[in-house]
């Protein structure tokens, strides 16, 4: 998100239920990126368990339900990293097989779904900012077609292949394509705020078993949220 904030989520692991943490800042609600991090340590990861204090709940109608404000003064704590196989079972009993259906109603914004094949990949430059997008059929055969990626560990992982192929964008959306051959896909679908008129579907999270990241974060890459990307 724009001027270091980012988003977050997770599931309440006694209800079942998303949940996006929020603070309350002077001005606007959300994250800062710093928040993240305990010192310099890196502990919000792609699904680890997390502690953090929540305050109360602050529901938006149309898709925004999960919101909870959380205690800034307390810093998220690691509590445990599952192993793979608990992992890939928290996200198959959230799994919706059509995002259509899921979102239809406009009762909440964050859903997890799988593509039937390994999704295309669109790598593009526009207003000097980096950008990629996916498109696929979901489990429901319904082609979802080339929504935007917010995840930051695959932006930070996009700016640094960019880089790399020196600016070449075929080259680096093949190997972000190549990342995911021959795994178990999930993506995280989330619904954005109002922008021009309209909310706007995005993959937020990029999950896959084998772990497409190897352990890595978008910190291995030194993306740091305000970087054209």
Same mark, same amino acid.
């Given at each position: 998100?724009?001027?270091g904030?980012?988003c977050?989520?997770?599931?309440? @692991?006694?209800?079942?239920?998303? @949940?996006?943490?929020?603070?309350?800042?002077?001005?606007?609600?959300?994250?800062?990126?710093?928040?993240?991090?305990?010192n310099?340590?890196?502990?919000?990861?792609?699904?680890?368990n997390?502690?953090?204090?929540?305050? +109360?709940?602050?529901? +938006?109608?149309?898709?925004? *339900?999960?919101?909870?404000?959380?205690?800034?003064?307390v +810093?998220p704590?690691l509590?445990?990293?599952p192993?793979?196989?608990?992992?890939?079972?928290?996200?198959?009993?959230?799994?919706?097989?059509? @995002?259509d259906?899921?979102?239809?109603?406009?009762?909440?914004?964050?859903?997890?779904?799988?593509?039937?094949?390994?999704?295309?990949?669109?790598?593009?430059?526009?207003?000097?900012?980096?950008? *990629?997008?996916? *498109?696929?059929?979901?489990?429901?055969? +319904?082609?979802?077609?080339?929504?935007?990626?917010?995840?930051?560990?695959?932006?930070? @992982?996009?700016?640094?292949?960019?880089?790399?192929?020196?600016?070449?964008k075929?080259?680096?959306?093949?190997?972000?394509?190549?990342?995911?051959?021959?795994?178990?896909?999930?993506?995280?679908?989330?619904?954005?705020r109002?922008?021009k008129?309209?909310?706007?579907?995005q993959?937020?999270?990029?999950?896959?078993?084998?772990?497409w990241?190897?352990?890595?974060?978008?910190?291995?890459?030194?993306?740091?949220?305000?970087?054209?990307?």
């Amino acid at each position: 998100m724009n001027h270091g904030f980012v988003c977050i989520s997770g599931i309440d @692991i006694k209800t079942g239920q998303f @949940i996006r943490p929020m603070i309350q800042y002077p001005g606007r609600s959300g994250i800062k990126k710093e928040f993240l991090f305990d010192n310099s340590k890196l502990v919000l990861r792609p699904l680890v368990n997390i502690e953090l204090d929540f305050l +109360k709940a602050d529901p +938006k109608s149309d898709f925004h *339900t999960e919101d909870w404000f959380i205690d800034p003064t307390v +810093k998220p704590k690691l509590v445990s990293i599952p192993a793979e196989e608990e992992k890939m079972g928290i996200l198959d009993r959230h799994l919706d097989k059509s @995002i259509d259906d899921a979102l239809y109603d406009q009762s909440r914004s964050l859903i997890v779904t799988q593509p039937q094949l390994t999704p295309l990949v669109d790598v593009s430059i526009k207003e000097d900012r980096l950008h *990629t997008h996916l *498109t696929f059929r979901d489990l429901s055969g +319904k082609l979802q077609r080339h929504l935007p990626v917010t995840d930051a560990n695959w932006l930070g @992982i996009s700016r640094w292949l960019f880089t790399k192929h020196k600016g070449d964008k075929k080259k680096t959306a093949d190997n972000l394509r190549y990342f995911l051959e021959s795994t178990n896909i999930y993506l995280r679908i989330g619904m954005t705020r109002e922008f021009k008129g309209q909310k706007w579907r995005q993959v937020s999270g990029v999950f896959s078993f084998p772990d497409w990241l190897h352990g890595h974060s978008f910190v291995d890459y030194n993306y740091d949220f305000d970087d054209h990307v």
